[in-house]
């Protein structure tokens, strides 16, 4: 009875004492990362914080309604995709740097997944976040670590290419192209007599100056002491123009439109009209009435189908990568689960807002950065400069020219195509060209299948190397073989390393003492402890030894308690080496004096040869 209130006690004080360590004002910081850095919030952060939200809401403006056309959806909705992340993000991120919002590969798999259909989209968004939330919650972070470096590359090249080259009939004004890759290839040439002089000058004009700008962006005039302020005001200028460059074009070009549409005459395309203000907040739609069938929420669920899995994880593999290398770049650490619950819940909320699934921007991210922000406050002005352009100038949103919002779309993803990765993959492993490659090709067939694919091909050559593990075999004194395995021993490569082993030491004329140096072993399971004790069997049948060396504590813990008949350890190689030679030794001496001894019984009656045969038995008793 007293041992039961004793237990009682104990589990009592430890229940309090977790639940005083999460309830506690550290767990809330990390729960909230906005409470480690406002109490310091200072003024001068507060003029660079506006400043780099200011500019990231110029650049995030003209994206966002391109960008929506991408996606296959009106362009308010690239708007209605802007702001939410700026608010959730200044409160659960933690990066300083990262700016959450459309972008060019989520936009293009939210083509393929929602059909352009904005309920499809908006409730994507919605189980999207839900999906997210719950992988934050279960801290399951680490699954983006399975996608290797070569399928992300293979990937954002050919949405590159894909959403590149999908814009090229915006430029030439042409209608009526599909939007599957090869097929807009086999169209585009088809139909190309019929492009807009209209559309394919402006859009090409736009082109040019974005380079123009950008290239002044990455070569900015050297500072030098005692400039005429008319000189740094027009540096301070062009600076702002070169950052701004996406809203400059996409507001000259609409003045350009609405000129000629004063005159009556409008030689290009344009967006035409946009919902008109902001959007409402309310439940995202689980079904929709199609030609007189509803279409329900099952069968939504249904048609998006593998869209469920692939965007919330590249939605995430996207954010999580930008944070990482921004934190690299300014010294700062961020947290993987942390990130996966502010973009989770950025996506919930969003599609009470009619957002459609978004990530962090590496484009965005950059402007952010180079403009010197502090904190993610900045992101409150950049979402408060997205709610009055909604509230403000959706109106105007009708004459900007679709050439102009294709030229931006073309100028932000060119970066993106990376083909020179090929050349370093050949360079440094080759075997890593396989997944590119496949990862490459079949996304520009069909995105899903290229990203399952190249996971698939990864981890064939991730599983080939744990089942062939390199090991190195050498020969010490008295023909031991020391076996030094180059990496881990998993149940896949018992059979291989048994196989080695076997061969070198047991499959000869003469069998050989073995030491196996289990330095790299951090891990052995049930199968690798049977595979260990058939190989020591094979060799105390044959005569010689199989032993151990360099174990660590937690691998040898295992191995005596599986209680391994003939099983000897050493703490290194060449204690193990000396023991096996030693041993060696004393058997050869006690085989050369059993053979003396045999020769000298039966010479026994042979007069003149016994005494000879003593002394070789004495010689080798010696």
């Known amino acids: 009875m007293a041992n039961m209130r004793q237990t009682v006690r104990n589990a009592i004080n430890y229940g309090g004492g977790q639940l005083k360590k999460c309830c506690s004002y550290e767990t809330l910081k990390k729960c909230l990362p906005i409470l480690q850095w406002l109490p310091e919030y200072s003024f001068q952060w507060l003029q660079l914080d506006f400043i780099a939200g200011l500019t990231v809401g110029l650049t995030v403006v003209p994206q966002s309604l391109a960008y929506a056309d991408v996606a296959g959806l009106p362009v308010q909705y690239g708007l209605y995709s802007s702001f939410m992340g700026c608010f959730v993000y200044c409160l659960l991120g933690t990066s300083k740097d990262v700016t959450l919002g459309p972008t060019a590969i989520m936009s293009l798999l939210v083509y393929y997944y929602a059909f352009q259909d904005p309920v499809y989209a908006v409730l994507l968004t919605f189980l999207s976040g839900c999906i997210q939330l719950a992988m ?57 007599s019929e492009t807009s002089v209209g559309d394919v000058t402006l859009g090409l004009v736009c082109i040019l100056l974005l380079l123009l700008l950008s290239m002044m962006k990455k070569h900015p005039p050297k500072s030098q002491q005692e400039v005429p302020l008319f000189i740094r005001l027009c540096n301070t200028v062009v600076a702002f123009s070169a950052t701004a460059r996406n809203a400059l074009i996409v507001v000259s070009a609409g003045l350009v439109a609405y000129s000629f549409e004063m005159t009556g005459f409008q030689p290009f395309d344009l967006t035409g009209r946009t919902a008109e203000g902001l959007p409402s907040f309310q439940l995202p739609k689980f079904s929709e009435i199609v030609s007189n069938t509803t279409v329900t929420f099952s069968d939504i669920v249904a048609e998006i189908g593998p869209g469920l899995a692939v965007i919330p994880l590249m ?12 934190g690299s770049k300014n010294d700062y650490r961020i947290d993987p689960n942390q990130e996966l619950l502010a973009i989770g819940l950025t996506n919930f909320l969003g599609s009470f807002v009619s957002s459609y699934p978004v990530t962090g921007s590496f484009g965005r991210t950059a402007v952010n950065s180079q403009t010197g922000v502090c904190t993610p406050a900045g992101g409150l002005v950049t979402g408060i400069i997205v709610l009055l352009s909604l509230a403000f100038l959706t109106p105007l949103f009708f004459y900007i020219p679709k050439a102009a919002l294709a030229a931006v779309i073309i100028c932000a993803v060119a970066p993106m195509f990376d083909l020179k990765i090929a050349l370093t993959l050949w360079k440094v492993k080759k075997v890593d060209l396989l997944p590119f490659f496949a990862t490459f090709f079949l996304c520009l067939w069909e995105i899903q299948y290229g990203i399952l694919v190249g996971i698939g091909v990864s981890g064939i050559i991730l599983l080939y190397n744990v089942a062939r593990p390199k090991a190195k075999v050498s020969v010490f004194e008295h023909g031991t073989l020391v076996v030094h395995l180059q990496s881990g021993l998993n149940f896949p490569a018992v059979e291989h390393v048994s196989h080695l082993i076997y061969e070198n030491a047991l499959g000869v004329s003469s069998p050989r003492n073995v030491v196996l140096d289990c330095t790299h072993v951090c891990y052995i399971d049930y199968t690798v402890l049977n595979g260990l004790r058939d190989l020591l069997f094979k060799f105390h049948r044959k005569g010689v030894s199989l032993v151990f060396s360099n174990v660590q504590r937690e691998i040898l813990k295992v191995l005596l308690t599986a209680q391994l008949d003939e ?9 193990a080496v000396l023991n096996l030679a030693g041993r060696t030794c004393i058997e050869e001496m006690d085989g050369a004096l059993k053979t003396a001894c045999t020769m000298n019984d039966q010479n026994a009656d042979t007069p003149g040869t016994a005494n000879t045969h003593l002394l070789i038995s004495e010689h080798g008793i010696k």
């Not at 939605?315 to 921004?326: D, H, P, Q, V």
């Open 315 to 326: 939605g995430l593999l996207e954010s999580i990568a930008i944070a990482k290398a921004f």
């Open 567 to 575: 099983f000897q350890y050493w703490d290194n190689v060449d204690e």
């Open 136 to 192: 934050g919650i279960l801290q399951l972070g680490f699954l983006v670590d399975f996608i290797s470096y070569p399928v992300i590359k293979g990937f954002t090249s050919a949405a590159a290419l894909t959403i590149g080259f999908g814009q090229v009939k915006n430029i030439l004004g042409l209608h009526g192209i599909p939007q599957e890759f090869f097929q807009q290839i086999y169209y585009t040439f088809k139909y190309i």
